[in-house]
């Protein structure tokens, strides 16, 4: 396929993604919604394109590393309940002890796959109500994070590159 035509099956594919999701968000389909949400889809397709053809953007994940997310649900509503916890105790008076905490990082090279694992397992561990990672230092190979409880990192972000390549 040439490629012209893949970007404009590309742009007609993300357009039409993106259209959706805004008929999904406002939850109408009512003409003055779309008169207003089919130029937004347009636009951002147009600016998505502008984007990655203009932006260095090295982000290469594996389907593997994309998959680690089917345990956000779980990690989730364990963390739901530890917060809920240190808000009782709050509530009795007793403060938690907010940690800030390094652990060891092994996906800290320049590669697109390293890249792709530690920007995954930064926002699939900060979903998580009770882990906020603040950044990943690769010269000192640290992950960077603070919890409101101490508990182990997920399983997901072990897989992602804690100690990988150590």
């Known amino acids: 396929m040439k490629e012209a035509s893949r970007r404009s099956a590309q742009a007609l594919i993300l357009g039409t993604a993106l259209m959706l999701f ?37 982000f290469r994940p594996t389907p593997g590393n994309l998959l680690e997310c089917w345990r956000i649900p ?31 990082w092994g996906a800290n090279s320049k590669s697109p796959n390293d890249l792709a694992r530690r920007a995954l397992a930064v926002a699939y561990e900060t979903v998580s109500p009770n882990c906020v990672v603040v950044g990943i230092d690769r010269k000192q190979g640290l992950m960077l994070f603070h919890q409101l409880r101490r508990s182990q990192l997920t399983a997901m972000t072990e897989r992602l590159g804690r100690g990988a390549g150590m």
């Open 22 to 58: 805004w008929v999904a968000c406002v939850a109408s389909r009512a003409a003055h919604e779309l008169l207003l949400g089919i130029p937004s889809a347009i636009l951002s397709a147009w600016f998505s394109f502008y984007a990655i053809r203009r932006l260095p953007i090295r």
């Open 74 to 104: 779980g990690e989730v509503a364990k963390d739901l309940v530890v917060v809920l916890g240190v808000l009782v105790a709050d509530l009795a008076g007793r403060r938690a002890p907010s940690l800030f905490r390094a652990v060891p």
